[in-house]
């Protein structure tokens, strides 16, 4: 059954390669997290790339989000690589250009432009310099990481979430609560009269 599976991934992955155009940027989806690339043609991509992907390999996605630093992954190297090195990690590859709806693409020789300068360029910071934050800079311009965004926006919501639910502890735990010496006085007043 799994040889079935590496298969049809492996049909769906050459049909990607089929349709690609260059300056297309290329997901690499691989359950938690994605890889992206911009696709240059031959079968070949350029990307952010660390050892054995060194993203989301060693600590997994959630624990990269905590390295904010980068530190950890900052040997990440910008390399053109063949479509099949990319895939022995895993994963299915899909053309994926998803903010050509809301943002323009740059021409298709300025984004092999900007890809080929970035050649052999170090570093990597999970929050403003991943392989994402690549791909969509050499295609629209401007870096851009949906994944970032997303697991900000789950860590925030997770965030009001605990805080609410520490205060609705704090006030069940409180009990009821004793009348205020204004409220002592009014009693006593209306009780007066």
């Known amino acids: 059954m799994a040889e079935i599976a590496k298969i049809e991934n492996s049909k769906e992955n050459q049909n990607v390669l089929a349709i690609a155009q260059l300056g297309d940027m290329i997901e690499f989806m ?17 990307h952010r790339w660390g050892d054995d992907d060194g993203i989301g390999r060693s600590v997994g996605f959630w624990g990269n989000l905590l ?26 590859a899909r053309v994926n250009n998803y903010l050509d709806k809301s943002t323009k693409p740059l021409p298709v020789e300025i984004i092999l432009d900007k890809a080929r300068r970035a050649l052999n360029q170090e570093g990597y910071n999970l929050v403003y310099s991943n392989c994402e934050h690549f791909a969509t800079e050499c295609r629209y311009g401007q870096p851009n990481s949906r994944q970032v965004q997303v697991a900000a926006g789950a860590s925030a919501a997770t965030g009001i979430l605990m805080a ?21 006085n009014s009693n006593t007043i209306q009780t007066k009269k």
């Open 30 to 46: 691989r359950g938690t997290y994605s890889h992206w690339a911009i696709y240059v043609g031959n079968g070949c991509v350029i």
């Open 164 to 184: 609410t639910v520490v205060v609705a502890t704090a006030l069940v735990l409180r009990g009821p609560s004793e009348k205020t010496d204004e409220e002592k």
């Open 67 to 92: 390295t904010f630093s980068g530190t950890q992954f900052d040997k990440a190297t910008i390399l053109q690589s063949p479509v099949s090195d990319v895939l022995k990690l895993g994963g299915k």
